[in-house]
């Protein structure tokens, strides 16, 4: 049972280069979400999506995009990176309502310089 | 605006002894509170949690406590053993929300011998 799977789990990006982080889960959980982990700052909500084809904005959603085509997939994407994207990235993933008992995957650390 | 609050950034706590985590939250319509812990290099693992129409849940080792009046919860973890060194980050849903949470800014926990 894998879970949730990030890939890649380093990352090092010049600033204006894009990338997509990828997410996947097995779960069949509609809820799917991405949050960056910043020092001092506990885990931000970037996207998050209630089922394909419904994506919706979360707290810090500058210069990232999402799109979710099927249930098990949510990728991010990164336009043009800059420096203070430099980051730690966790996908997540539940059903929906319920309990959130929320499953996340290992992280992706990003680097942008 | 921080929904959700941990004011300590660590705990140190002796082996066998009482860790106690606190978390203060400022949002009237939260309906259910998490707790996660995570370890380096991982993603955050569900721990516990409480629904807001009740004031105490236990699991082992883990109790949270809810204090709706004083929008306080903490988690308790006795008797706290080495392997619960991790970082542990409260967390919120608000009703009507769906599945998004909106997590603290963590706690630090060391268990020493």
């Known amino acids: 049972n894998a879970g949730v799977t990030q890939t890649p789990k380093f990352q090092v990006l010049k600033t204006g280069q894009s990338m997509t982080l990828q997410c996947a889960q097995d779960m069949n959980h509609e809820y799917m979400s991405w949050y960056r982990q910043d020092p001092g700052m506990g885990l931000r909500l970037i996207h998050y999506s209630v089922g394909a084809g419904i994506t919706d904005q979360g707290e810090v959603p500058n210069g990232y995009n999402v799109s979710r085509s099927t249930t098990e997939d949510f990728p991010l994407r990164l336009l043009s990176a800059a420096p203070s994207q430099t980051s730690v990235y966790f996908c997540?993933?539940?059903?929906?309502?319920?309990?959130?008992?929320?499953?996340f995957g290992q992280g992706t650390r990003l680097t942008v310089v | 605006d921080q929904q959700v609050k941990q004011n300590s950034p660590s705990l140190s706590v002796q082996e066998g002894r009482i860790s106690i985590l606190n978390c203060d939250y400022t949002?009237?319509?939260?309906?259910?509170f998490l707790w996660y812990k995570k370890y380096p290099a991982e993603g955050p693992t569900f721990l516990i949690s409480i629904s807001s129409i009740k004031d105490k849940n236990e699991d082992g080792r883990f109790t949270v406590f809810l204090n709706k009046s004083a929008k306080h919860l903490s988690l308790h973890i006795v008797p706290s053993q080495p392997g619960d060194s991790a970082v542990y980050f409260c967390a919120a849903r608000g009703s009507g929300t769906a599945s998004k949470l909106t997590f603290g800014t963590g706690t630090r926990l060391q268990v020493t011998l």
């Open positions: 949002n009237s319509m939260f309906d259910y």
């Open positions: 997540a993933s539940s059903y929906f309502g319920g309990t959130n008992e929320a499953f």
